[in-house]
C-alpha cells in the first residue's frame, strides 16, 4: 500500500485556523477560574501558555528557524538543525518544562500573543504551496506545510476545549475542524515518522489487520497494521479487514483521550463493520500518543 498523506483543503484550514483562534481567545479572556485543573498536571492557565508556545515553535518550524525555539524554551539543549526534540516520546518532558520556564499567567496576555502570532502565521504562509516540504518537530521528520497549519489547528482546538471545560462551559469541537486535523495534521504526521513510532507493540504486535477510516463529512484513508507497524495509504486497492465510519469530532477527542470510545460508539459516533468488525474497538488501543 501506498503511504501517502490525505490532502486537506488548504484555505479550508486557514478559515478554520481564524475561527478557532478567534474562539479560544475569546474564552481565554473571560476565563473566571484560571487555577482550575485542565488536563492531565496542568491548569487552565498553564494549558493556555503550553497554546500559547505551540504557537511560537510551529511557525517557527514553517519559516525554517529555530532560533525561536531558544525564545520560547529557555534553557533547552537544541539540535542542530530546526527540529526541536530527537525522539518523539521526549515531548511530554519539553513541553512540560517549557510550560514551568514561563512565567506569566495571566490569560489576557497570553491570548494576545496567540492572537498576535496566529495573524503573523497567516499572513505568512499567504500565497505558499501547501505541499512544501518542512521539518516538524522529531529530527529528521519532514512534513508537508500544510501539516504544521493543521498541528496548530490541532492545538488550538483540543486546548481550547481543554481550558474552556476547566471553567465550567459546555464546548463542542467543530466537526469541520476535526476533519481537517484528521485528514491534515494526523495522516501526514502518520505517514512521515517511522511506522512502529505510534503503534503499541503489545496490543499490535502480533496484528494484521487493514482499516479504512470514512469521516463524516469528511475523506477517506487506510491503516495497514503489519505486526507492529502501521501504513497510511489512500481508501482503495486491496481488500479491508473492518471499515470505521466516524463522527470527526467523536474521533478526535478519543485519539486524544478527552472522551470514551465507548460512550462515542453507543452514540453511533463511531461504527465499525466489516469482514471483521470486532477490530474497530481495538483501532484506538493499538496506537500510542506521545
Keep these: 500500500m501506498e503511504a501517502r498523506p490525505v490532502a486537506a483543503d488548504w484555505a479550508a484550514v486557514h478559515d478554520a485556523l481564524g475561527r478557532e483562534v478567534d ?18 498536571e496542568w491548569t487552565a492557565a498553564e494549558v493556555a501558555v503550553h497554546l500559547s508556545q505551540a504557537w511560537a515553535v510551529v511557525p517557527g518550524l514553517a519559516r525554517r528557524d529555530p532560533s525561536v525555539v531558544a525564545d520560547v524554551l529557555p534553557g533547552m539543549d537544541l539540535l542542530p538543525g530546526p527540529s526541536l526534540i530527537a525522539d518523539l516520546w521526549d515531548l511530554a518532558a519539553v513541553t512540560r518544562d517549557g510550560v514551568r520556564s514561563e512565567p506569566e ?7 494576545g500573543r496567540i492572537e498576535q502570532r496566529a495573524e503573523e502565521f497567516l499572513a505568512g504562509c499567504a500565497g505558499l504551496d501547501p505541499h512544501e516540504p518542512r521539518p516538524w518537530i522529531v529530527q529528521g521528520t519532514t512534513v508537508p506545510l500544510g501539516a504544521l497549519a493543521g498541528h496548530l489547528l490541532n492545538e488550538t482546538v483540543m486546548h481550547g476545549a481543554d481550558v ?19 485528514e491534515g495534521f494526523f495522516v501526514p504526521v502518520l505517514a512521515a515518522l ?15 489487520a487493514v482499516y479504512q477510516v470514512e469521516l463524516r463529512g469528511g475523506g477517506a484513508f487506510r491503516l495497514r497494521f503489519d505486526h507492529g507497524a502501521v501504513h497510511v495509504g489512500p481508501p482503495w486497492g486491496g481488500a479491508v479487514d473492518c471499515r470505521v465510519w466516524a463522527d470527526p469530532a467523536a474521533l478526535l477527542e478519543v485519539m ?35
Design 23 to 40: 474562539r479560544t481567545v475569546g474564552v481565554l479572556r473571560t476565563v473566571g477560574r484560571p487555577a482550575a485543573p485542565a488536563v492531565g
Design 164 to 182: 474552556a471545560r476547566a471553567d465550567g462551559r459546555p464546548w463542542a469541537i467543530d466537526r469541520r475542524s476535526a476533519a481537517l486535523i484528521i
Design 105 to 111: 499567567r495571566d490569560l489576557t496576555v497570553i491570548a
Design 256 to 290: 486524544w483521550g478527552r472522551a470514551s470510545q465507548w460512550r462515542a460508539i453507543a452514540g453511533g459516533r463511531l461504527v465499525a463493520w466489516g469482514r471483521r468488525p470486532w477490530l474497530g474497538p481495538r483501532l484506538r488501543r493499538m496506537l500510542r500518543n506521545p
Design 194 to 208: 517511522p511506522p512502529t513510532a505510534l503503534v503499541d507493540q503489545e496490543r499490535a504486535g502480533g496484528v494484521r
